[in-house]
Antibody, heavy 120, light 105 residues
Framework: QVQLQESGSGLVKPSETLYLTCDVS??????????WSWIRQPPGKGLEWIGY????????NYNPSLKNRVGISIDRFKNYFSLTLSSVTAADTAVYFC???????????WGQGTMVTVSS | DIQMTQSPSTVSASLGDRVTITCRAS??????VAWYQQKPGKAPKLLIY???TLQRGVPSRFSASVSGTEFTLTISSLQPDDFATYYC???????FGGGTKVDIK
């Protein structure tokens, strides 16, 4: 059974870079047949897909509204994938979820989410 | 850009009611849409994938279908555990609909 767990800084200063990791257990991030995604949810609002990376560590796709600031990568040795979001503002305050599924498929496994607040 | 317009934003219903939630795509898209259920403070849970396939373990009172660019999630008989917010997601751009909160009438 695949399980995901987000971790990272819960407080980031404006203009700095947000960095989160998602530890994967029950599967290998580099195993064929998986894609790994990040989704966020501002307080009281809906879900916003941020982007995904395929198991190959090369194929990525990002939400056009965030494309210039976001990066997702995988670490096969430590078995996690990560999110970086640069030049953050208060609008980036949200619960950040990591999720997994098949390439081009729905997200059938989710982490519990981690709250990130952007504030000085 | 493709938009997924989800309606209604809120539906008030009673136990046993039939509830229908709709997502309308702004243009013809991938036929694949997923539906998720989210409860307060929790991660979303996958209910339906590939437009109408029930995820393992999801009760059969949940069903989904498509007609043209209109995707529909139906709860045939609302149960206490079903009060939650529901989101559609289409696979072309992975964008989510705005969500539908199902609350108690």
């Amino acid at each position: 059974q695949v399980q995901l767990q987000e971790s990272g800084s819960g407080l980031v200063k404006p203009s700095e870079t947000l960095y989160l990791t998602c530890d994967v257990s029950g599967a290998s991030v580099g195993s064929a047949g998986f894609s790994w995604s990040w989704i966020r949810q501002p307080p009281g609002k809906g879900l916003e897909w941020i982007g995904y990376i395929y198991f190959d560590g090369v194929t990525t796709n990002y939400n056009p509204s965030l494309k210039n600031r976001v990066g997702i990568s995988i670490d096969r040795f430590k078995n996690y994938f990560s999110l970086t979001l640069s030049s953050v503002t208060a609008a980036d305050t949200a619960v950040y979820f990591c999720a997994g599924g098949g390439p081009g498929d729905a997200f059938d496994v989710w982490g519990q989410g981690t709250m990130v607040t952007v504030s000085s | 850009d493709i938009q997924m317009t989800q309606s209604p934003s809120t539906v008030s219903a009673s136990l046993g009611d039939r509830v229908t939630i709709t997502c309308r795509a702004s243009q013809t898209i991938s036929p694949w849409v997923a539906w998720y259920q989210q409860k307060p403070g929790k991660a979303p849970k996958l209910l339906i994938y590939q437009t109408s396939t029930l995820q393992r373990g999801v009760p059969s009172r949940f069903s989904a279908s498509v007609s043209g660019t209109e995707f529909t999630l139906t709860i045939s008989s609302l149960q206490p555990d079903d009060f939650a917010t529901y989101y559609c997601q289409q696979y072309s751009t992975y964008l989510f609909g705005g969500g539908t909160k199902v609350d108690i009438k």
